[in-house]
């Protein structure tokens, strides 16, 4: 029997951050998403932050979020 950890079982992804706008607060970013296999799959996200770490982070948990859900995997196949 094997011991399930959360890390053992995380999404492992990398991101880019790329500022759009500084006119408006909080900054607008755009953020691209690449998971590594078997979540081998790009989304790219505009989400507005106050930094690019932020932005990153909440584009991290939303891949996460959506590789997480099998249901959305199925809807990028069609």
């Not at 880019?16 to 790009?42: C, M, N, W």
């Not at 932050?49 to 959305?72: C, I, N, Y």
Request: aromatic residues 6%; hydrophobic residues 40%; positive net charge.
């Amino acid at each position: 029997m094997a011991i399930v950890n959360k890390n053992a079982v995380g999404v492992r992804c990398s991101c880019i951050v790329d500022l759009i706008s500084r006119r408006q607060r909080p900054y607008l970013f755009r953020v691209v998403v690449t998971g590594e296999y078997p979540h081998a799959v790009k989304r790219t996200y505009d989400i507005g932050a106050v930094t690019d770490d932020s932005a990153a982070h909440q584009g991290l948990q939303r891949f996460e979020k959506e590789m997480a859900s099998p249901l959305s995997i199925l809807g990028t196949m069609v």
